[in-house]
């Protein structure tokens, strides 16, 4: 966490500060807007300027230290270490400021350690001016995000024969409240239970029109429980899930899913809270204990008070991880018994298996900082004409070059440099009228897309998206 204390500061080899031999004792230029290079005209006639974007200089950082040893032998190794780390240099190094998150690219034009002969045994000042020819402040911890490619304009390319359809069964009876509010029931952890019923939400359901509105309107938690057409024995591992819409979650400190053998809790799964205003699946897994068997899940919220909570789509199936959601409403799959009120099915089978929805080639990059961060993109073949769209900024890259299996191109949005194999230029390769992306301050959608080779069908390209939070 970034602190205001100036704390320690790494650079090469050295750390200054706190604990050091090299105090720090003068810091300027870090906080510092650097010199803004500003297009400003004269308004002929006016009184006034025209003035175009504002953009800075480099950035300078000057940095005085005060070189504290047991003996002058061991302070004139300290000069010498100092000089050692601040020779001239052919590319900038990275400064970083441990305590403050923040990193800066630099190189040093300036060093002083003068000669104080009166303070000559143990004790001694120097001074460093440190140039940044990039002015960014970064963050010390580099983000990265990766998909495989999605929606190619060209459409996709299928096998002929697919393996066949595994089924996949949901014990859940009443999973998407549809109809009713039938085989799910309120329950109690501690204090006054809340309400279940069916509500039809004008922010839109999850799955269908319907939701299960869960309500708390008095102190106590608990939440809504599920009943299982399906008893689940020892040694099943059960995997549970929903999907949840908190419209606040102002005071929520957790939601659990449940595993139940009729009113006992047998498990209980903390999950990640959901962001508030939007649907968010949970999941979570238990392997029945010996002795027990499991009848029924619950998702709960450990908090107290007034609040609602919307349920769709829940699921509980034999599986040791998150499977695909099922109810008998979806294309290619059957209720058991009555609709909305049995056990439901995907069905087996041998037909073409286009996969499940899902956010395969979009990334979401947050950029923490205040100031546009420029993202490096590296795209992983096979895969032909690959692009990257922005859609909250319009920006979009399109390569129009082929990706064999096994070849990659690395994108630096801020140097403009396209590289092949991280090494051979390839910025002839960009389609003219591309816009380069930059990741703005806040959430940013990256959407990739690509068409697959033919002959390689099932090896996915790849995108990978580095980035620090960024400030000026």
Not at 250 to 274: H, Y
Request: proline share 7%; charged share 15%.
């Amino acid at each position: 966490m970034a602190q205001q204390r100036l704390g320690n500061i790494a650079w090469g080899d050295l750390t200054f500060g706190p604990g050091t031999p090299y105090a720090v004792s003068v810091l300027a230029g870090l906080d510092d807007l650097p010199d803004v290079r500003a297009d400003d005209m004269a308004r002929e006639g006016q009184h006034g300027d025209y003035t175009g974007p504002d953009y800075t200089g480099a950035r300078t950082i000057t940095l005085g230290l005060t070189m504290v040893a047991d003996d002058p032998d061991a302070f004139r190794q300290l000069c010498l270490d100092l000089r050692a780390a601040t020779q001239p240099q052919k590319a900038p190094a990275a400064l970083q400021f441990l305590q403050q998150d923040t990193l800066v690219w630099a190189k040093v034009r300036r060093r002083a350690i003068p000669y104080d002969a009166e303070n000559l045994w143990r004790s001694g000042t120097a001074a460093l001016e440190l140039y940044c020819a990039d002015p960014y402040l970064y963050g010390l911890e580099e983000w990265s995000a990766s998909t495989t490619a999605y929606s190619p304009s060209s459409g996709r390319t299928y096998p002929l024969v697919y393996a066949g359809v595994p089924e996949l069964t949901n014990s859940v009876l009443n999973p998407s409240a549809e109809l009713d509010a039938a085989n799910v029931a309120a329950y109690s952890s501690a204090g006054t239970a809340p309400t279940v019923a069916q509500n039809t939400p004008g922010f839109g359901a999850r799955y269908g029109v319907d939701t299960l509105l869960t309500t708390w309107t008095a102190s106590g938690t608990g939440g809504a429980k599920y009943t299982l057409g399906t008893s689940y024995a020892a040694g099943v591992a059960v995997r549970a899930s929903a999907w949840v819409y908190l419209p606040s979650v102002s005071g929520i400190s957790a939601v659990n899913l449940m595993f139940f053998n009729g009113t006992t809790l047998l498990q209980s799964v903390s999950v990640t809270t959901p962001a508030a205003a939007t649907w968010t699946r949970i999941d979570g897994g238990y392997t029945v204990a010996s002795g027990q068997a499991v009848t029924h899940i619950g998702v709960r919220l450990t908090t107290t008070g007034a609040t609602t909570m919307h349920l769709d789509g829940v699921m509980a199936t034999p599986a040791a991880t998150t499977q695909p959601y099922v109810d008998g409403d979806q294309m290619g799959c059957i209720w058991d018994g009555t609709p909305h009120a049995s056990t439901s099915r995907r069905v087996a089978g041998t037909n073409r298996q286009y996969g499940t929805p899902g956010t395969s080639g979009q990334i979401t990059a947050t950029n923490a900082g205040a100031s546009p961060a420029y993202p490096t993109l590296r795209i992983d073949g096979p895969v032909a004409n690959p692009s990257v769209e922005q859609p909250n900024t319009g920006a979009q890259i399109v390569i129009d070059a082929t990706l064999g299996d096994g070849e990659f191109l690395l994108v630096d949005t801020r140097s403009r440099a396209v590289l092949l194999n991280g090494s051979t230029p390839r910025r002839s390769w960009v389609r003219g009228g591309s816009t380069w992306p930059l990741l703005m301050p806040g959430s940013n959608d990256l959407v990739y897309r690509g068409s697959a080779l033919p002959g390689l069908p099932g090896v996915p390209s790849l995108l990978t998206v580095t980035w620090r939070d960024t400030s000026l």
